[in-house]
């Protein structure tokens, strides 16, 4: 199948900064990113709006009508610091799986209080196909930890790698 390079484009733009940190793929179609962003970000299927702090996003793209945007970050309410996300997987059965860091405790938006315990903490989130939070975990302990990378099996099993000091909870 010859692909269209130009019908795969998208612009992340707005005032501040943008990054990409992870990609992955949807079975079905369509591409999942997941990244950070200070300020604002928009385009037709991502409006985010942060304070001054870096926020995190996860995205699905190329897969008309379900497009979707889950924020992370300060700008929403209850999240005061810095989050970004690292990377995202995709499971067998199309939910997805965002790993990053965070400096400070928050809600996603689903409700779901992340407790940071000290300087840098990881979290995991599992969202469904549709972008609609699963669950979440904060991981970390008395130092620095963060999660930086996820994969997913054949199976669905989830295996996430980064770095901690000392101990982890």
């Known amino acids: 199948t010859k692909v269209d390079r130009a019908s795969m484009a ?6 501040g900064d943008q990054s990409v940190a992870g990609i992955a793929l949807f079975s079905q179609g369509g591409t999942v990113i997941g990244g950070g962003f ?7 299927s991502i409006p985010l709006a942060t304070g001054d702090l870096f926020a995190g996003f996860v995205a699905r793209l190329f897969s008309p009508p379900s497009q979707w945007t889950y924020g992370i970050g300060h700008g929403f309410p209850g999240n005061l610091a810095h989050q970004q996300v690292n990377d995202v997987a995709v499971t067998p059965d199309d939910d997805v799986v965002v790993v990053g ?3 400070g405790t928050f809600n996603t938006p689903a409700g779901t209080s992340l407790v940071h315990r000290d300087e840098l903490d990881g979290f995991v989130i599992m969202l469904d196909s ?3 939070e699963r669950w979440a975990v904060g991981v970390g302990g008395p130092r620095a930890d963060t999660a930086s990378g996820v994969a997913v099996d054949a199976q669905g099993n ?12």
């Open 10 to 15: 998208v612009s992340l733009g707005g005032d």
């Open 38 to 44: 200070t300020v604002g970000m928009s385009s037709a």
């Open 101 to 103: 860091y965070m400096t």
């Open 130 to 132: 549709t972008g609609e």
């Open 158 to 169: 989830v295996v996430v790698v980064g770095s901690f000091s000392e101990s982890l909870t």
